[in-house]
């Protein structure tokens, strides 16, 4: 794709003559105004965030939008996405969504006025246009929100079919997954890799029960376990959920691992305080949110960005829970 | 303090005279000029926010400075934050300190050129006078940092009094304190009242181990532990260090609450997770986040603050890690 700098070229102008005369600003000659607008033509370019930001002062400010603080692992990821963000001498503006999609566009007004340079979007509940009418460099992170916008993910495919390989090598036949919500694509993808992995063995029993991430999930899974005694493998959608699946086999006076093999998500802190302590997939948080400011700032520094969607693998962190 | 509302009854004229002429915009005749300067030095009137926000656009914005996302105790205290200024129909833009006095300019600089209305400070290095150089309403939140700024925080010092007491009463006679850094306020204030409290029992042997609130601390945490094996009493400066003590003592092979008694500090989630669970200190986290942002929205809206430092109450939680 032709930039600001071909045009120049073949225009035989500056830079900053192109600029000049894409955003109409300054005195431009009409001989060299043709010049630069038949490049412009000829090249098929699209006028973009440098030769804009050539008269927009930067705010050197790049907004994020996480669902809630109450998540380590999107607390870990925003802590690589700060990192990245600060050595490039930029600051954060994190604001927390709560799932609502009117305080996001609350949020995207802000932006607006703020001209932030740039959006890190962990959102749950995107409403694409509002963002992409911002008008700004936009990365998705845990999520693919669009096909033009750039992502970071990790594997979750992978994830589920990794678990299930895990139960089946430890000869679980009654198997639960708890799942997250429908509404979330990784969830989605974790739970089609489990199930697919599992499905092409047909002595076993498979159960899934999707849960909400709230703390009132634990009521669930206790009434679950309770009626299904003969559960011996457990597929958790992170890794508070298979804590959670521990502390009520603990009061059903069930044994893990002896009994029943429990895999959660993340490989977040909680893992190895549990006792049994917990088997895991792992994902690689902190780069998922490197990854995605270094993406970022490409976009901002008019860079290639060689991949739309990346996905990042993931790999199974074996403890104690599926010993 | 006499405030504008006082100044324009005294000079008989409307609030927004009063704020013309303070803000020198606008016509107003001498004489009526005349009459409020008078008013303004009877009444010893400083010009504050109120005044000042009738020609200043408000940017609905609260900016909140934390020292990192890592840490559950900051997060559910800044949710409570986030839960009011919502409902004031305000945004936040969170920032991150990282500890870093340089990194906290930036952001005030970011403060000052944004126009927010008013700030939360959660942090440790705080250089007072470029904060009151931001001429906005600020509340401290778990610390005290001047006598001129509202602060919220818990007792610490009750905190350290009822932990000293739990193991007193439990027949603990080696006791060590895992405390948090001595530049923290609230740590000083937490060792001060378990020591002072241990002290007046001559029959105790007392040690004190300052740690840093890092993983790495878990190093430390062990090389004592494995070296004082008479140790049977702990009180740890937070719930992570308290459930690291239980992970270390495992390992050594020590009976949690059998041989040692241990008491945490803050009733996060992971008091629950651990095996045995928790007991600790809780700290009303979530409401001293909402009285931190009640407190601020009276300073915006120029309300009376009835008490400049609210310190609210810590109780003791029993668990399994006491009994």
Redesign the interface.
Known sequence: MANIKDVAKLANVSVATVSRVINNKGYVNEHTKELVMQAIKELNYVPNEIARSLYRKSSK?IGIIIP???N?FF??M??GV?EVI?QHGY??????SRESLE?EK??LQ?FST?KIDGLILCSNSPDIASYTNLDIPIVALDRIISKDIPSITSDNYMGGILAANRLMVANCVNIVQFRGPKTLSPANERSNGFLHTLHQHSNLNVHTVELEFTPESITDIHNFLQAHPEIDGIFAASD?IA?NCI?CL?KLGRDVPQNIKIIGYDNT??C????PTLSTIAQPIVSMGEIAAETLFKLINNEPIEQMHISLPVRLIERESTK
Do not use: V
Not at 91 to 96: E, W
Not at 272 to 275: L, P, Q, V
């Open positions: 400010i809630d603080l109450k380590e607390n870990d925003i802590s700060e600060l600051k954060t503006m994190l604001c927390t305080r609350e949020y802000i703020h508070i804590a502390r603990k802190s909680i190895e305080f549990m006792d």
